[in-house]
């Protein structure tokens, strides 16, 4: 059973929008979609693009570096590198596609928690 770990106001972030927190010393990102409140890494498996700094369409975030995709609710990978090129192709090869971390959330007065 993991920790349940204070993270943030629920009215630090509005409907539609994604933040960056620190927690003790790690960057978790958290969305607000719909109602629902999701946590993940806020680094790209790929090679450490900072999601917070992408862009957000429902709950798909595009990394900012090379175009990846991950669905927040659970972290699987929409598209792995933008692109259809030889380098795409290679880079492909090189780093296979790689989910990204999700925490489970709970609100709690207002509060949210993460578990770890
Ligand atoms: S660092 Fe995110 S797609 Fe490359």
Redo the contacts with the bound molecule.
């Keep these: 059973m993991g920790n349940r770990i204070y993270l943030a106001e629920t009215n630090d972030l509005s409907e539609g929008t994604m933040k960056n927190f620190k927690l003790n010393g790690q960057d978790i990102l958290v969305a607000l979609i719909n109602g629902n409140y999701y946590a993940t890494d806020s680094y790209?498996p790929?090679?450490?693009?900072a999601l917070f700094h992408g862009k957000l369409e429902g709950t798909i975030v595009t990394?900012p570096?090379?175009?990846?995709q991950f669905d927040l609710r659970n972290g699987h990978v929409v598209r792995w590198?933008k692109g259809t090129g030889l380098i795409t192709s290679i880079g492909k090869v090189l780093k296979p596609p790689r989910k990204l971390t999700t925490y489970p959330i709970k609100l709690e007065n207002g509060k949210i928690f993460i578990e770890q």
């Design positions: 790209c790929h090679m450490g693009g990394c570096r090379h175009g990846s590198l």
